[in-house]
Structure formats: structure tokens, C-alpha cells
């Protein structure tokens, strides 16, 4: 995305700058009346520029909130997912830990007769 924007700006800077040149060197107009057609072309080029900007800006917010949604997502499904392999892990461990207990107490009980 950002080399796309990038990419774009490039572009409209470099046909604003090709547009002017043409235009000074094909115009068989009077030097004043050059400059000021040279300048309200800058002008109107730098509102366009301006307002794809702020278009770039409001795209790029808005895939920033959607992301920051989908990382929250994620992580909650993260959380919950490490809650109940928590819990797995405990209920294994209790089993396991009841097993061991039986069998001590098997072997003692061999020991004790």
C-alpha cells in the first residue's frame, strides 16, 4: 500500500512538472501572461495534489482501524486459546498426579506386608 501511495505521488508530481515545461516552451504568449498561466497551473495542480493526499490519508486510516480490529481479534482468540490449553494442561497434570499417588500407595501397601 505504501508503495503504491508513493508511487502515485511520484506520478503526479513528475506530470505536473512535464506539463509545465511543455507549456513554456510551446506557448508563443508574452512572458506575463506565461508566468500566470504557469502558476495557476502549478496552483491547480497542488489542490489536486493536496486532495489525493488527504484522500491516501483517509484510505490509510482506515486500513489502520481495520487492522488494529483484526490484531485485537487475534489476540483474543489467542488468550482464550491459551485459557483452555491452561486448563488441559491442569486437568492432565491432576490425572497424572492421581496415578502417581495410587501407585505410591500400591507400593507401600507391597511394603507394609
Same mark, same amino acid.
Request: a positive charge; hydrophobic letters at 40%; aromatic letters at 2%.
Given at each position: 500500500?505504501?508503495?503504491?501511495?508513493?508511487?502515485?505521488?511520484?506520478?503526479?508530481?513528475?506530470?505536473?512538472?512535464?506539463?509545465?515545461?511543455?507549456?513554456?516552451?510551446?506557448?508563443?504568449?508574452?512572458?506575463? *501572461?506565461?508566468?500566470?498561466?504557469?502558476?495557476?497551473?502549478?496552483?491547480?495542480?497542488?489542490?489536486?495534489?493536496? %486532495?489525493?493526499?488527504?484522500?491516501?490519508?483517509?484510505?490509510?486510516?482506515?486500513?489502520?482501524?481495520?487492522?488494529?480490529?483484526?490484531?485485537?481479534?487475534?489476540?483474543?482468540?489467542?488468550?482464550?486459546?491459551? %485459557?483452555?490449553?491452561?486448563?488441559?494442561?491442569?486437568?492432565?497434570?491432576?490425572?497424572?498426579?492421581?496415578?502417581?499417588?495410587? *501407585?505410591?500407595?500400591?507400593?507401600?501397601?507391597?511394603?507394609?506386608?
Amino acid at each position: 500500500m505504501a508503495n503504491n501511495v508513493g508511487s502515485g505521488i511520484i506520478a503526479v508530481l513528475a506530470g505536473a512538472a512535464i506539463g509545465a515545461a511543455a507549456g513554456i516552451l510551446l506557448a508563443p504568449e508574452k512572458g506575463s *501572461k506565461m508566468r500566470r498561466r504557469i502558476k495557476d497551473g502549478v496552483s491547480r495542480q497542488s489542490d489536486d495534489l493536496c %486532495g489525493k493526499i488527504d484522500d491516501i490519508k483517509k484510505q490509510l486510516k482506515g486500513v489502520a482501524k481495520d487492522k488494529k480490529g483484526d490484531l485485537e481479534d487475534i489476540f483474543n482468540q489467542f488468550v482464550d486459546n491459551a %485459557g483452555d490449553k491452561t486448563e488441559d494442561v491442569i486437568s492432565k497434570l491432576e490425572k497424572k498426579l492421581e496415578e502417581l499417588k495410587s *501407585k505410591a500407595n500400591r507400593e507401600v501397601a507391597k511394603i507394609q506386608k
